[in-house]
């Protein structure tokens, strides 16, 4: 299922993160601007990290890796599932951010990112246990 997310998305998701939103709400301020001059390259480097996570990746075939589109503007789509592109790649472009600005900051969202890649991984539904040895639940032998 392909995402609805932009870029643009991301990148006014990770200024809030940082507190680097405007009073009137808005990300996109000439405080912001080399932030933003940098956020397609970050993006393109994180969206491939996070693509084999994705609901929208798909098995290529033997020998080859799969394809996902790169960013070229804002405006464009990432090619993710909207859980990743809205709650995980946002931290992930902050930690790239504030790198040199606030290390510390940086860290924390670097390690919440990789929470949130983990936590992406853990299925949804609960899988029962087969009970291969067939009907022995209890009996005289199963006590201590």
């Known amino acids: 299922m392909a995402g609805t997310t932009t870029a643009q998305n991301i990148f006014d998701l990770a200024m809030g993160l940082s507190d680097n939103i405007c009073s009137g709400g808005l990300s996109d301020?000439?405080?912001?601007?080399?932030?933003?001059?940098?956020?397609?390259?970050?993006?393109?480097?994180?969206?491939?990290?996070?693509?084999?996570?994705?609901?929208t990746y798909t098995a290529s075939k033997a020998g080859t890796r799969p394809q996902n589109a790169s960013l070229s503007a804002f405006s464009d789509v990432i090619d993710l599932d909207d859980y990743l592109a809205q709650t995980v790649l946002p931290y992930g472009l902050a930690a790239v951010l504030l790198l040199d600005e606030n290390p510390n900051v940086a860290s924390f969202f670097?390690?919440?990112?990789?929470?949130?890649?983990?936590?992406?991984?853990?299925?949804?539904?609960?899988?029962?246990?087969?009970?291969?040895?067939?009907?022995?639940?209890?009996?005289?032998?199963?006590?201590?």
């Open 110 to 144: 670097q390690q919440r990112y990789e929470e949130l890649k983990i936590a992406s991984k853990i299925p949804n539904a609960f899988v029962p246990i087969e009970n291969v040895y067939g009907g022995q639940c209890y009996n005289k032998y199963s006590r201590w």
């Open 29 to 55: 301020t000439t405080d912001n601007s080399e932030y933003k001059r940098r956020t397609l390259r970050i993006l393109n480097a994180l969206r491939l990290e996070l693509y084999p996570l994705s609901d």
